[in-house]
């Protein structure tokens, strides 16, 4: 079997999240691909455009529903463009998954804090969606979400569902300037609203998504909050490269990110060089 040759699927249906970011609904056009294949929350896949390459993007739907895989994607470049000028009804090709997922097994029975800064709400989405779909299994679930500005926020349909939900707690900020007249969120950075929400560690996991300075302060914020370093994780998805361990361009130290992650817990961090 060729490790390099994707699967062909159908692009069912495209959401425009913001100018430059959609979100893709697709379907294997192979039966029996389509009823063998399984992702966890946090896993990868490689996507391309034939004759423009090939881009790793998250998982943003819920494992636990078969009937289609949903990927986002900001245009940035030669194959997001590419992907961008295909329309519902379009072949793209996939190969996938790659990569290790959350710990959702270990997180099973206890409190859920997901944090994600601007276009990172992506890879924790699926997380955020298999609880819903298995909302007995988790505990409570508290929702940090912040962005750049308004119009910059992404899944804004889903934003407001969950704000309306009974069984979860949601938090949403936008940038100092960001705000608009209607805006009734906080108007701070990410790790300064998570420190005003201040989330108990008390049987409690946290998931933090987003650049790399929001990444890195809203652990350390954690970590003084009570959580150990163990039952903290981020996702260094925007490291992948090839997925299968042989261009060598994901590596962190010893760490293959597209194979040991692209999911670390800050205690694996803290072992890695401060490139991450």
């Not at 529903?65 to 961008?84: L, M």
């Amino acid at each position: 079997m060729n490790l390099y040759q994707p699967h062909l699927m159908s692009i069912e249906e495209i959401t425009d999240e913001t100018p430059d970011i959609r979100t893709l609904r697709l379907s294997f056009q192979d039966a029996v691909v389509a009823e063998s294949f399984d992702f966890k929350a946090g896993q990868f896949g490689q996507y391309s455009v034939f004759g423009a390459g090939e881009c790793a993007l998250s998982f943003t739907s819920s494992p636990l529903r078969k009937d289609a895989i949903e990927a986002t994607f900001q245009t940035s470049g030669k194959v997001t463009g590419a992907i961008r000028r295909l329309n519902a009804g379009d072949t793209i090709g996939f190969r996938g998954p790659y990569g290790n997922g959350f710990p959702m097994e270990k997180m099973q029975g206890k409190n859920l804090v997901v944090i994600a800064s601007g276009m990172a709400l992506a890879p924790a989405r699926s997380l955020i969606r298999q609880v819903l779909d298995a909302r007995d299994m988790f505990k409570n679930l508290c929702i940090i979400y912040g962005a750049r500005s308004v119009p910059e926020r992404i899944y804004r349909s889903e934003l407001q569902q969950w704000s309306e939900r009974p069984d979860l707690s949601l938090h949403q900020c936008v940038d100092p300037g960001g705000e608009s007249h209607d805006w009734k969120g906080d108007v701070s950075f990410v790790p300064t609203l998570a420190a005003k929400v201040s989330p108990s560690p008390e049987n409690a996991c946290a998931v933090v998504c987003g650049p790399p300075v929001v990444v890195s302060l809203t652990l350390q914020l954690l970590e003084r909050l009570g959580f150990s370093s163990d039952a903290l994780y981020t996702t260094l998805q925007n490291r992948m490269k090839c997925g299968i361990g042989k261009c060598g361009r994901c590596n962190v130290g010893p760490m293959y990110v597209c194979k040991d992650g692209p999911v670390f817990s800050y205690a694996q961090l803290k072992s890695l060089p401060p490139e991450y």
